[in-house]
């Protein structure tokens, strides 16, 4: 099993930048791919960026979302720039073994971080 935790939500106005953060624990051997996807109110699930565990490769989807991480703390950083009003969303952290990593199927989710972006 892996336990998945954000921090680092909040509210910020447009233009400003957050960063979230991801801690993971628990059988961890055996993942591909870790992810931010988000969900806005009456929206779909979206897959924001994912990172390869393997290779460090990232996957973006916007260029203003850049993901980091502490291979030691395992911990896995999304670093959100020029955010807009229309950014504003649950942000989930999420784990895979397997599959594609441009997905919003993935097998382990963290509990999710609101980001609110006022204009």
């Known amino acids: 099993q892996v336990h998945l935790v954000e921090s680092g939500g909040g509210l910020v106005q447009a233009g400003g930048s957050l960063r979230l953060a991801c801690a993971a624990s628990?059988?961890?051997?055996?993942?591909?791919?870790m992810a931010w996807l988000r969900q806005a109110p009456g929206q779909e699930r979206e897959y924001v960026v994912g990172?390869?565990?393997?290779?460090g490769t990232t996957y973006e989807t916007d260029p203003r979302f850049v993901l980091s991480r502490d291979n030691a703390k395992n911990i896995m950083y999304l670093q959100m720039n020029s955010l807009k009003p229309e950014d504003t969303a649950v942000y989930y952290c999420a784990a895979k073994g397997h599959g594609a990593v441009r997905s919003n199927s993935y097998e382990y989710w963290g509990q999710g971080t609101q980001v609110t972006v006022s204009s």
């Open positions: 628990g059988r961890m051997d055996n993942l591909v791919y």
């Open positions: 990172m390869s565990l393997k290779y």
